[in-house]
Nanobody
Framework: QVQLVESGGGAVQAGGSLRLSCALSGDTISKYSMAWFRQAPGNERERVAFMSRISITVYADSVKGRFTISRDNAKNTLLLQMNSLEPEDTAMYYC????????????WGQGTQVTVSS
């Protein structure tokens, strides 16, 4: 059974940085397309970054140039480097995994909270 466990969230001031990690167990991360989502109270869930199995990346306009998604296959881990954080980035962040040709994400983590103060 595949499991995803996020870590690295916390509270920072605007302009600061955080690096989120998502450890995948039960399978090999390179078999999956991976993504980071976030959801703030009262808002819809938003996909902020995506990485395909062949490492093509896609970012939401709101985070382009500030966030970087990467994958460490040796550690079976997905990363999200977040720089120049803004209060609007405050949300619960989730990682998700999708198998090839799946129309939806098959696996989700439990989330890690990011809070950015002004």
């Amino acid at each position: 059974q595949v499991q995803l466990v996020e870590s690295g969230g916390g509270a920072v001031q605007a302009g600061g940085s955080l690096r989120l990690s998502c450890a995948l167990s039960g399978d090999t991360i390179s078999k999956y397309s991976m993504a980071w989502f976030r959801q703030a109270p009262g808002n819809e869930r938003e996909r902020v970054a995506f990485m395909s199995r062949i490492s093509i990346t896609v970012y939401a306009d709101s985070v382009k140039g500030r966030f970087t998604i990467s994958r460490d296959n040796a550690k079976n881990t997905l990363l999200l480097q977040m720089n120049s954080l803004e209060p609007e980035d405050t949300a619960m962040y989730y990682c998700a995994a999708k198998t090839a040709y799946s129309p939806s994400y098959n696996y989700w983590g439990q989330g890690t909270q990011v809070t950015v103060s002004s």
